[in-house]
């Protein structure tokens, strides 16, 4: 399983302009419609609220993943989005978030979803990692950064 399956170019933002959580998960949903993934956009944000009840995504680091499932997605998909001043998102260690990974899954798929959100988990452990990520200044630059890191995670 790798992570650039489910990640493509038109689905990174270089430069997130929310400044709350809600408005940074409609965001992120946004970027789909540049790869024209199907879905209902508010049913997605809303899933996604309802998830981040159960606990912040926020993981701490200046990380969150937000995740949630839809019953009309075919297939998971992945948005990156950075934000250089960073967006509130209730994270365990009280900072707010910079880099956001968030996967959207059909409602069927609980295993290769746990799986996604391990590896990515995995991959944000590295410091580099997450400092590469927060130089990056392209689209391109960041599919690249991200591609690598896959290979060897």
């Given at each position: 399983?790798?992570?650039?399956?489910?990640?493509?170019?038109e689905?990174?933002?270089?430069?997130?302009?929310?400044?709350?959580k809600?408005?940074?998960?409609s965001?992120?949903?946004?970027?789909?419609?540049?790869?024209?993934?199907?879905?209902?956009?508010?049913?997605m944000?809303?899933?996604?609220?309802?998830?981040e009840?159960?606990?912040?995504?926020?993981?701490?680091?200046?990380?969150?993943?937000?995740?949630?499932?839809?019953?009309?997605?075919?297939d998971?998909?992945?948005?990156?989005g950075?934000s250089?001043?960073g967006?509130?998102?209730?994270?365990?260690?009280?900072k707010?978030?910079?880099l956001?990974?968030?996967?959207?899954?059909?409602?069927?798929?609980?295993?290769?979803?746990?799986k996604?959100?391990?590896?990515?988990?995995?991959?944000?452990?590295?410091v580099q990692?997450?400092?590469r990520l927060?130089?990056?200044?392209?689209s391109d630059?960041?599919?690249?950064i991200?591609?690598?890191?896959?290979?060897?995670?």
């Amino acid at each position: 399983m790798k992570i650039v399956d489910m990640l493509k170019k038109e689905f990174i933002s270089t430069s997130l302009r929310s400044k709350d959580k809600e408005d940074v998960l409609s965001e992120l949903c946004s970027l789909f419609a540049y790869g024209n993934v199907k879905f209902n956009h508010s049913a997605m944000v809303k899933a996604l609220l309802e998830r981040e009840k159960l606990g912040t995504t926020g993981i701490g680091d200046g990380i969150a993943i937000p995740h949630g499932k839809l019953a009309d997605l075919d297939d998971m998909y992945i948005a990156f989005g950075k934000s250089e001043a960073g967006v509130p998102f209730e994270a365990m260690d009280g900072k707010p978030a910079h880099l956001f990974f968030l996967l959207v899954a059909p409602e069927q798929s609980t295993g290769q979803h746990l799986k996604t959100l391990a590896k990515l988990s995995r991959m944000l452990k590295d410091v580099q990692f997450r400092k590469r990520l927060m130089e990056a200044r392209t689209s391109d630059e960041l599919y690249r950064i991200i591609s690598e890191k896959d290979d060897n995670c």
